[in-house]
Nanobody, 115 residues
Framework: QVQLVESGGGLVQAGQSLRLSCAAS????????MGWYRQAPGKQRELVAT???????RYADSLKGRFTISRDSAKNTVYLQMNTLKPEDTAVYYC?????????WGQGTQVTVSS
């Protein structure tokens, strides 16, 4: 099994920044994709960004340029730097770990952006 622990969420004002972290533990594969998804109230969960073990990144088109994903493979940790936050970024942000045979989710961390 893989356990994911997220941190870094909170309440910020529009225009400010936040950095989310997600640490994975357990049966970690040397080849995996980690990333972030978010779910706003009344909406479906959507992709924010993912990154593979070799550093290939993928972003939601609407978030390119404001959000940056990175990872420290030695620590099995993935980060999400969120800049110039907007009220519409308010959501629960979920960490995801994925391989060909496993799909694990964290419990989520709340990000609230006030106008």
């Amino acid at each position: 099994q893989v356990q994911l622990v997220e941190s870094g969420g909170g309440l910020v004002q529009a225009g400010q920044s936040l950095r989310l972290s997600c640490a994975a533990s357990g049966s970690i594969s040397s080849i995996n994709t980690m990333g972030w998804y978010r779910q706003a109230p009344g909406k479906q969960r959507e992709l924010v960004a993912t990154i593979t073990t070799v550093g290939n990144e993928r972003y939601a088109d609407s978030l390119k340029g404001r959000f940056t994903i990175s990872r420290d493979s030695a620590k099995n940790t993935v980060y999400l730097q969120m800049n110039t936050l907007k009220p519409e970024d308010t959501a629960v942000y979920y960490c995801n770990y994925r391989t060909n045979w496993r799909d694990s989710w964290g419990q989520g961390t709340q990000v609230t952006v006030s106008s």
